[in-house]
């Protein structure tokens, strides 16, 4: 059993054989057994031009889901805020708030969420991220009861006061949640060089603000768990394959089986292997108990976990399997 809240980052990942459309059905109820089982939050995250993972607009697929579930918080994790105006986002969000009342949380990321060529058809401004700060700023008082800006104001938005979180993999976002007072998470799931160093800077800079009062850090950990420890080193073998054709993608074409293998056979695996550090690979038993360790040396106030298995079955079985482990006896 775990200590703290366990949560979930949903990318809808496509498998190899699998559709789009089967992905968000799978979205759906994955968030509908997390909501079952006792998870304490679903986030969706923003990537562009990545064909293994479909939740780019996210704020689209919360308010799917969110149509299909009854209670279970739902949210970004995150929004690219440098790709968007805050206003526009604030709007989002206070849509999804206003629908779906005390449901909806919001986190933020300033990276692109996707390589250069897709930021620019995006049509990132470059110098976007070096207002991140700012920008969250004015979002956070669009979402406010009195707006920032004179003359705009968020319809709908204005007065939702819909919680920020602070994505981030390196010191810059934990030192930006700490000045801001707000919560904090770390993608130790796929960037874990300075998971210890950042969530020291943000507990000993914290401020206190209107949102929060104490510290309070969620750090992403990989989960693959399975019905036998051997299937599930199977299901890893296949999320290294997919992130190996994601991160070495040819332009204009997939990779093939045999590049791919030999990609792993090279000193080149060694970027895949760091993404998945931190990653709980085994029975149900296995994973809660590598969680358990996790948590105790990081002192996580939640665990946000990305399921990493290589298709929507197996995704959701690793949900459950996780839960039964990691949830059964915990207090409600």
């Known amino acids: 059993m775990t200590h703290v809240p366990l949560s979930i980052l949903d990318l809808a990942a496509v498998g190899e054989h699998e559709t789009i459309a089967e992905s968000f059905a799978g979205s759906v109820e994955l968030a509908r057994a997390a909501e079952r089982l006792g998870y304490e939050r679903v986030w969706y995250a923003e990537h562009h031009n990545i064909s293994s993972i479909a939740s780019s607009a996210t704020a689209v697929l919360i308010a799917h889901v969110a149509a299909h579930t009854e209670k279970i918080r739902?949210?970004?994790?995150?929004?690219?805020?440098?790709?968007?105006?805050?206003?526009?986002?604030?709007?989002?969000?206070?849509?999804?708030?206003?629908?779906?009342?005390?449901?909806?949380?919001?986190?933020?990321?300033?990276?692109?969420?996707?390589?250069?060529?897709?930021?620019?058809?995006?049509r990132r401004d470059p110098l976007a991220s070096e207002r991140f700060p700012e920008d969250v700023v004015e979002l956070q008082g669009l979402l406010s009861d009195e707006s920032p800006l004179p003359g705009i104001r968020a319809i709908p938005g204005q007065g939702t006061h819909v919680p920020l979180y602070i994505l981030g993999s390196s010191l810059f976002g934990a030192q930006l949640a700490a000045m801001l007072g707000l919560p904090y998470a770390f993608a130790s799931h796929f960037a874990p060089q300075a998971l210890f160093d950042a969530l020291s800077v943000y507990r000993e800079r914290f401020t206190p603000s209107e949102q929060l009062s104490e510290p309070y850090a969620i750090a992403g950990v990989g989960v693959i768990a399975a019905e036998t420890s051997e299937s599930a080193a199977e299901q890893l073998q296949a999320a290294r394959r997919i992130r190996t054709r994601a991160l070495f993608k040819a332009p204009g074409r997939k990779l093939g089986d045999e590049e791919v293998e030999e990609i792993l056979a090279s000193p080149r695996a060694a970027v895949v292997d760091e993404m998945l550090t931190y990653t709980a690979v085994g029975t149900g038993a296995e994973a809660a108990a590598y969680l358990d360790e996790f948590q105790r040396k990081t002192g996580a106030d939640e665990l946000i976990t990305a399921h990493y298995s290589d298709s929507v079955p197996h995704r959701l079985r690793s949900v459950e399997l996780l839960a039964e482990a990691a949830l059964a006896t915990a207090p409600s």
Do not use: C, F, K, W
């Not at 005390?102 to 930021?119: E, H, K, V």
């Open 74 to 122: 739902l949210g970004a994790g995150g929004v690219m805020l440098p790709n968007h105006s805050p206003l526009e986002i604030a709007e989002q969000y206070g849509t999804l708030a206003t629908l779906h009342p005390g449901r909806i949380d919001l986190g933020l990321g300033r990276a692109p969420g996707s390589d250069g060529a897709t930021s620019r058809a995006l």
